[in-house]
């Protein structure tokens, strides 16, 4: 069975920076492809950030040029490097598979993520 656990979150002022990590097991990391996922309160999950297996990246417009999703294969850990964050970034953070022709996450299963706070 696939376990994903999400660390790295935690409270930072605007314009700061933050680098969440997923380690997985239970999956062949290395040829799967990943992506980052956040919710916030009252809002539907939605995918941030997604790597493909062959390095190919994507990522929300929102986020395009602040945030950089990265993958250590040899770790079987995903990251997200968060650069000047803006409040509306606060959200709980997830990792999961990703189906890349559908953008459909892979795993019913997710971990309990990890909260993102950004103050103004």
């Known amino acids: 069975q696939v376990q994903l656990v999400e660390s790295g979150g935690g409270l930072v002022q605007a314009g700061g920076s933050l680098r969440l990590s997923c380690a997985a097991s239970?999956?062949?990391?290395?040829?799967?492809?990943m992506g980052w996922y956040r919710q916030a309160p009252g809002k539907q999950r939605e995918l941030v950030a997604s790597?493909?297996?062959?390095?190919?990246?994507n990522y929300r417009d929102s986020v395009k040029g602040r945030f950089t999703i990265s993958r250590d294969n040899a770790k079987k850990t995903l990251y997200l490097q968060m650069n000047s964050l803006r409040p509306e970034d606060t959200a709980v953070y997830y990792c999961?598979?990703?189906?890349?022709?559908?953008?459909?996450?892979?795993?019913?299963?997710w971990g309990q993520g990890t909260q993102v706070t950004v103050s103004s």
């Open positions: 239970g999956t062949i990391f290395s040829i799967t492809s």
């Open positions: 790597i493909h297996s062959n390095g190919n990246t």
């Open positions: 999961n598979g990703l189906n890349w022709g559908t953008q459909r996450a892979l795993y019913d299963n």
